[in-house]
């Protein structure tokens, strides 16, 4: 059975800044390399997919990636990134990113955190939200609106103690559009990944950004967008499809009633419910007809 449609994004209102308060900062993510240095700097946005595992553009982490393996993706982060959470009240944690699985071929990049992240509220204990997910596009002429931060700067400066604080100044921004062209395994030699067109603008800085379909599921990434295209015109941007993440391999432990220190593919994540995919049988239609 479908899901209902939750909103009709407006498209009025297609860029349009939100609050810094939002509550989507407590899913969508920012990733900060060298964040405990005076050399602290943003390179995009990640997205809470389920426990203590993130989202993002493969692109992003390429800034934070000395060199890529092809022929090993999943590996450790050549340099220290921290994803920085803001919950409400507002209160905040900072998470260390302790590895990165990096799709060969898709736009798509999985982020395992650590379990311990500074808090402002040290008191307070951290239940994890999520999104639900669509691993495939929306339909053509559907309406999506993403999700991301542009305009990021980081400041550092001394405490009288001789301690540092750090100062994130950014512009939360929604950006509405309507999907277009949809290219199930691949556009061309520069996007050659699934992904589809959207009417929708992304700055700089949005990338890896949680894209969202009228029934409220996550259905992509921000990955792309022609800059200064809405100047002239509609704006012409790309969302990353979302499938290819659930054959990466990852080796978070799941709880109790799994096996530790072993390896799987992310699929298992969404067949034991800990990543929470309304139409599974789809997915594993999918899966068992073109992933080998």
Same mark, same amino acid.
């Given at each position: 059975?479908?899901?209902?449609?939750?909103?009709?994004?407006?498209?009025?209102?297609?860029?349009?800044? #939100?609050?810094?308060?939002?509550?989507?900062?407590?899913?969508?993510?920012?990733?900060?390399?060298?964040?405990?240095?005076?050399? +602290?700097?943003? /390179?995009?946005?990640?997205?809470?997919?389920?426990?203590?595992?993130?989202?993002?553009?493969?692109?992003?982490?390429? +800034? =934070?990636?000395? #060199?890529?393996?092809?022929?090993?993706?999943?590996?450790?982060?050549?340099?220290?990134?921290? +994803?920085?959470?803001?919950?409400?009240?507002?209160?905040?944690?900072?998470?260390?990113?302790?590895?990165?699985?990096?799709?060969?071929?898709?736009? /798509?990049?999985?982020?395992?955190?650590?379990?311990?992240?500074?808090?402002?509220?040290?008191?307070?204990?951290?239940?994890?939200? #999520?999104?639900?997910?669509?691993?495939?596009?929306?339909?053509?002429?559907?309406?999506?609106? =993403?999700?991301?931060?542009?305009?990021?700067?980081?400041?550092?400066?001394?405490? =009288?103690?001789?301690?540092?604080?750090?100062?994130?100044?950014?512009?939360?921004?929604?950006?509405? *559009? @309507?999907?277009?062209?949809?290219?199930?395994?691949?556009?061309?030699?520069?996007?050659?990944?699934?992904?589809?067109?959207?009417?929708?603008?992304?700055? =700089?800085?949005?990338?890896?950004?949680?894209?969202?379909?009228?029934?409220?599921?996550?259905?992509?990434? @921000?990955?792309?967008?022609?800059?200064? !295209?809405?100047?002239?015109?509609?704006?012409?941007?790309?969302?990353?499809?979302?499938?290819?993440?659930?054959?990466? /391999?990852?080796? *978070?432990?799941?709880?109790?009633?799994?096996?530790?220190?072993?390896?799987?593919?992310?699929?298992?994540? +969404?067949? *034991?419910?800990?990543?929470?995919?309304?139409?599974?049988?789809?997915?594993?239609?999918?899966? !068992? !007809?073109?992933?080998?």
């Amino acid at each position: 059975m479908p899901l209902p449609r939750l909103s009709t994004f407006p498209l009025d209102k297609p860029f349009e800044r #939100q609050e810094p308060t939002t509550s989507l900062s407590e899913m969508a993510l920012r990733l900060v390399v060298n964040f405990y240095t005076e050399d +602290a700097y943003v /390179i995009g946005t990640a997205t809470v997919i389920c426990g203590n595992l993130l989202v993002t553009a493969k692109h992003v982490l390429l +800034a =934070a990636v000395d #060199q890529f393996d092809v022929e090993n993706p999943c590996r450790m982060i050549d340099k220290p990134i921290a +994803a920085v959470q803001v919950l409400p009240g507002p209160e905040y944690n900072v998470w260390d990113v302790v590895e990165g699985i990096l799709d060969p071929v898709s736009d /798509i990049a999985l982020l395992r955190l650590g379990t311990n992240p500074g808090r402002s509220n040290p008191n307070n204990l951290h239940v994890w939200r #999520q999104p639900r997910v669509n691993p495939f596009a929306p339909d053509v002429g559907d309406r999506v609106a =993403a999700f991301g931060y542009r305009k990021s700067l980081v400041r550092v400066t001394r405490n =009288a103690d001789g301690g540092s604080h750090t100062e994130l100044n950014d512009e939360p921004m929604i950006s509405v *559009g @309507v999907v277009g062209q949809i290219h199930e395994m691949q556009r061309d030699r520069l996007l050659p990944f699934p992904c589809y067109q959207v009417s929708a603008r992304f700055d =700089a800085g949005m990338s890896g950004g949680p894209v969202y379909d009228e029934t409220g599921c996550m259905c992509g990434l @921000v990955c792309s967008g022609f800059e200064g !295209a809405h100047l002239d015109g509609e704006p012409v941007s790309y969302v990353t499809t979302l499938w290819p993440l659930f054959r990466l /391999i990852v080796n *978070g432990d799941r709880g109790d009633d799994y096996p530790r220190g072993v390896h799987y593919p992310a699929i298992e994540l +969404a067949r *034991g419910g800990q990543i929470t995919v309304p139409d599974l049988f789809r997915l594993e239609h999918w899966f !068992a !007809a073109q992933v080998k």
